[in-house]
């Protein structure tokens, strides 16, 4: 529920986006976060299971 609300507040100010790049932890692999994601027609890209590199921009951008 939480990741879905955050979403919609990016969305609501920056306008919904034709593709989001995720991990895969178990909130962005749900049937939830899935079909949100489907009935908006945003395109879900996972990146590479146990890649640092596969986030490499995501995890720069917060200094993780």
């Known amino acids: 529920k939480d990741v879905l609300k955050h979403f919609l507040r990016c969305f609501a100010t920056m306008g919904v986006p034709q593709k989001v790049k995720t991990d895969n932890g178990p909130a962005y692999v ?27 921009v995501m995890e720069r951008a917060h200094h993780s």
């Open 30 to 56: 749900s049937k939830h976060f899935l079909l949100f994601l489907q009935t908006l027609g945003i395109d879900h890209i996972t990146s590479i299971p146990r890649s640092s590199t596969g986030q490499a």
